[in-house]
T-cell receptor, first 115, second 115 residues
Framework: GENVEQHPSTLSVQEGDSAVIKCTYS??????FPWYKQELGKRPQLIID?????GEKKDQRIAVTLNKTAKHFSLHITETQPEDSAVYFC??????????????FGQGTRLTINP | DTEVTQTPKHLVMGMTNKKSLKCEQH?????MYWYKQKAKKPPELMFV???????INESVPSRFSPECPNSSLLNLHLHALQPEDSALYLC??????????????FGPGTRLLVL
């Protein structure tokens, strides 16, 4: 089955600097790659996603890049702010099968923004 | 209404108790999911219902019994749990349109403690 590896497990950056989190996946049939942010005690919230027919997607300070050949995708956060501190999970999916979408998550990255 | 809601927020139960977790969404989504999340770990898929039918069971022990009474409701019945079942139980939903990858929206979770 699909396996998603995420690095680093912890990341500390100065406020205003950029943060990059990387994920690799094993199943070349995966075609959907969401990123979730989970603050302490809160629900995972989708922050950005990318489909396999696109190489890059940007939403204000957040961007995701996908390299299908290498089977890896990355989250880029620019101009980091204290409220970006959270655990970030990447995930991969092969789309809808039997009416359901199975997400396989990476192990998570705890991002800390230092003022 | 663009939220997934879950009740209760917290639950403490003994190993001989029977309890139920409830999840509700009014976004017209036809796929609903149960995940289990241990501390500092990613969500792990347990069950998926698509159009009120069980679509995926990730080999979950029978002490967990899911139920989907209608397209808006999802229950998880708990019986004879073990202390290692203590975790955050997350519900999620998605549209379940044919083939296209889609966003899963998570509820706030029920934090379960088994004594």
């Amino acid at each position: 089955g699909e396996n998603v590896e995420q690095h680093p497990s912890t990341l500390s950056v100065q406020e205003g600097d950029s943060a990059v989190i990387k994920c690799t996946y094993s199943d070349s049939a995966s075609n959907y790659f969401p990123w979730y942010k989970q603050e302490l005690g809160k629900r995972p919230q989708l922050i950005i996603d990318i489909r396999s027919n696109v190489g890059e997607k940007k939403d204000q300070r957040i961007a995701v890049t996908l390299n299908k050949t290498a089977k890896h995708f990355s989250l880029h956060i620019t101009e980091t702010q204290p409220e970006d501190s959270a655990v970030y999970f990447c995930a991969a999916s092969k789309g809808i099968i039997q009416g359901a979408q199975k997400l396989v998550f990476g192990q998570g990255t705890r991002l800390t923004i230092n003022p | 209404d663009t939220e997934v809601t879950q009740t209760p927020k917290h639950l403490v139960m003994g190993m001989t108790n029977k309890k139920s977790l409830k999840c509700e969404q009014h976004m017209g989504h036809r796929a609903m999911y149960w995940y289990k999340q241990k501390a500092k770990k990613p969500p792990e898929l347990m069950f998926v219902y698509s159009y009120e039918k069980l679509s995926i069971n990730e080999s979950v022990p029978s002490r967990f019994s899911p139920e989907c009474p209608n397209s808006s409701l999802l229950n998880l019945h708990l019986h004879a749990l073990q202390p290692e079942d203590s975790a955050l139980y997350l519900c999620a939903s998605s549209q379940a349109l044919l083939a296209a990858p889609e966003t899963q929206y998570f509820g706030p979770g029920t934090r379960l403690l088994v004594l």
